[in-house]
Structures are given as C-alpha cells and as structure tokens.
T-cell receptor, first 112, second 114 residues
Framework: KNQVEQSPQSLIILEGKNCTLQCNYTVSPFSNLRWYKQDTGRGPVSLTIMTFSENTKSNGRYTATLDADTKQSSLHITASQLSDSASYICVVTSQAGTALIFGKGTTLSVSS | DTAVSQTPKYLVTQMGNDKSIKCEQNLGHDTMYWYKQDSKKFLKIMFSYNNKELIINETVPNRFSPKSPDKAHLNLHINSLELGDSAVYFC?????????????FGPGTRLTVL
C-alpha cells in the first residue's frame, strides 16, 4: 500500500535555530516527491519538487534531500523565522498513479 | 489577482441542506482538483478534472457532484449535507497532471455542518 509517513508530528523551536523534518514513503514506482508549506487558514504552497534522480534541492532557507534507495526525504530549515510556523506536508507521486499521496504533515512552531 | 480563488471562505449550514462551493483559476491551467482536509489536517483528493472532463473520482459519496462549466472553473455541489462533511475544502489547479507539474491551491472553504 502506498503510504507517506512524516515525523515528527509537531515541533517547537526557537527563532534562529535550524530544524529537519523527515518523510518516509513506500510509494512505488516512484515518480517525484514534493514538500509543501501550509500556513494556518491557507492552502498549501509548493516549496520543492524532486524527481528520483535529484538528491537535493533548495529554495531559500529550505533545503530538501531525497534518498530514493532508502525512500526517505528530509526538509531542512535554516535560521528559522517566526513566519516559518506552519504545517509542512510531504507529497509523493507514483509513476503508476493518477494522484498525489499526501503525508499528514509536521506542524512547526517557531517562537521568539 | 489571486491565482486560485474559492467562494465562500466560510460556510455554516444545517444538516440535510444542499450547498455549493465555487472555484476559479486565472492561471490558464487545464486541470483542476477538489481536496478535503479533515480535522486532523490530512489532505485527500476527491476529484480531478482535465479539460472539463473527470479523470479522478476517488471514493466519495455521490452526494458530492463536481461541475466544470469551463477550464477555469470547477464547482462542488453537495447534497443532503451530513455532520461528517465538516472540513476544509481546497480547490487546486495545474497545467497538465499534477503528478508531473506544480499544483497551485486556493485558500480553502471551511464548511461547518450543524
């Protein structure tokens, strides 16, 4: 069964600190993996999209990594800001599928 | 200038009523979607339309009926609303299938069924 698991479920960090969010998936055959940021009361916004041949992709202070062999991805946030407080959702697409498979997200809270 | 817009933003209604949520995108995309996000924040696709034709219809009650009058609009009509329909509904669009292309989401419609 195609699944996407994210950890931790929630995380609290101090402003300025770094953090890493994890995503493990069992989707096969794999097509691409993307990370979304969802602010409270808003729709998700795409941060990165990676195909199986890409190991890392950056978007400002956000860096996503992908290990297609172990079926793991991480999202690293550098020098966190209060505006980074949001839910971060990992989404995986199967080559054989017709839809995206969403993880349940990690809720990040950045405090001052 | 909003790329994907939804109306209304909030919808509170009684059980048994019929309601509609509208979605419009001005990105020129040919594919639109409806998602449901439950209280646990889990997003699940409901419908996908490509060039006004249904291409995904996940297991949702037939009380939910999407309608796409043109490529820029995808409305969601819900009959006989139930308590379990309470959720946030997101519209999204992409050029081509979202599996291979970036997907843009609307701001969501929070539906509360009393």
């Amino acid at each position: 069964k195609n699944q996407v698991e994210q950890s931790p479920q929630s995380l609290i960090i101090l402003e300025g600190k770094n953090c890493t969010l994890q995503c493990n998936y069992t989707v096969s055959p794999f097509s691409n993996l993307r990370w979304y940021k969802q602010d409270t009361g808003r729709g998700p916004v795409s941060l990165t999209i990676m195909t199986f041949s890409e190991n890392t992709k950056s978007n400002g202070r956000y860096t996503a990594t992908l290990d297609a062999d172990t079926k793991q991805s991480s999202l690293h946030i550098t020098a966190s800001q209060l505006s980074d407080s949001a839910s971060y959702i990992c989404v995986v697409t199967s080559q054989a599928g017709t839809a995206l498979i969403f993880g349940k997200g990690t809720t990040l809270s950045v405090s001052s | 200038d909003t790329a994907v817009s939804q109306t209304p933003k909030y919808l509170v209604t009684q059980m048994g009523n019929d309601k509609s949520i509208k979605c419009e995108q001005n990105l020129g995309h040919d594919t639109m979607y409806w998602y449901k996000q439950d209280s646990k924040k889990f997003l699940k696709i409901m419908f996908s339309y490509n060039n006004k034709e249904l291409i995904i219809n996940e297991t949702v009650p037939n009380r939910f009926s999407p309608k796409s009058p043109d490529k820029a609009h995808l409305n969601l009509h819900i009959n006989s609303l139930e308590l379990g329909d309470s959720a946030v509904y997101f519209c999204a669009s992409s050029q081509g299938l979202a599996e291979y292309n970036e997907q843009f989401f609307g701001p969501g419609t929070r539906l509360t069924v009393l």
